[in-house]
């Protein structure tokens, strides 16, 4: 990509979106914190926990949209805090209903609290109920490569497998089996949890994933809003970095400068 040309776009069930680096909005300090963040990241999506933040259910508390209004970002609601699909749909059903026919989702059905490791029976039955719905549907899941093809097949618009848990910071604990979902899927693949610094992005987008969301690496650092602008530039610097396309490792020496026609 020349230096000129601007950044082709993700494209999610027909959308394109400039920003390849999708955010939450939970575990800031208050909601003034939450929207310099979300500023700073670039992102146009912002996914947001139905079941715990507000976005009009309380008229009496403050809401979240008026921190990041729907007129400026795309408002992506998740079932965060769901263990089965019943909950999960209703979840969405309802957000549906909040945010005026929003058809974009983002489903997650959790096995349980200590690990929050997906529950991928729940999910994939959750998954065929809201397509046939009508949703869109983003897909929070294992690094199972079967498991995603089902998804895919199911009409997820997107494969979102988890780098590691939910919060951990692990980082991508295993690239191979991300790899081979990348390789497999037609739709967009984001990694979806388990990111904890700026590295652990880059190293998503050169494996060759479509984009990233995660949002602890982000509100959880000592300073969000920096680390929001860190997160940015390494989504935009590993996606480059995989179109430009890597070096061959070696185990041999290779010099800069060739010995044949030198000089003296």
């Not at 403050?62 to 089965?84: E, F, H, M, R």
């Not at 046939?132 to 199911?154: H, T």
Request: with cysteine; glycine share 8%; charged share 20%.
């Amino acid at each position: 990509m020349q230096d000129n040309q601007q950044p082709e776009g993700l494209t999610i069930a027909g959308k394109t979106y400039r920003s390849r680096l999708l955010v939450g909005s939970g575990k800031y300090k208050d909601l003034d914190e939450t929207r310099v963040a979300t500023e700073a990241s670039g992102a146009d999506i912002i996914t947001v926990a139905i079941r715990r933040v507000n976005i009009g259910q309380d008229p009496n508390a403050p809401n979240l949209l008026d921190a990041v209004p729907p007129s400026k970002y795309t408002i992506l609601p998740n079932t965060a805090g769901c263990y089965n699909a019943k909950d999960a749909v209703y979840t969405l059903q309802l957000a549906r209903e909040l945010l005026n026919g929003h058809k974009l989702v983002k489903l997650e059905v959790l096995g349980d609290e200590k690990t929050l490791f997906p529950n991928m029976p729940e999910t994939l039955k959750a998954a065929e109920t809201l397509v046939k719905d009508g949703f869109d549907v983003m897909v929070y899941c294992s690094d199972d490569p079967i498991q995603a093809k089902m998804l895919e097949e199911i009409g997820c618009c997107a494969i979102m497998p988890l780098a590691s848990l939910i919060g951990s910071g692990m980082g991508i604990l295993n690239p191979w089996n991300l790899s081979l979902i990348i390789e497999q899927s037609k739709v967009p693949v984001l990694v979806d949890a388990g990111v904890g610094t700026a590295s652990d992005a880059a190293i998503a987008m050169e494996l060759g994933c479509d984009g990233v969301l995660m949002n602890t690496a982000i509100a959880g650092a000592k300073d969000p809003i920096r680390m929001a602008r860190a997160m940015k530039l390494a989504i935009e610097a590993g996606r480059e970095a995989y179109l430009a396309g890597r070096i061959p490792r070696r185990f041999a020496a290779s010099p800069s400068s060739p010995m044949a026609g030198r000089v003296a």
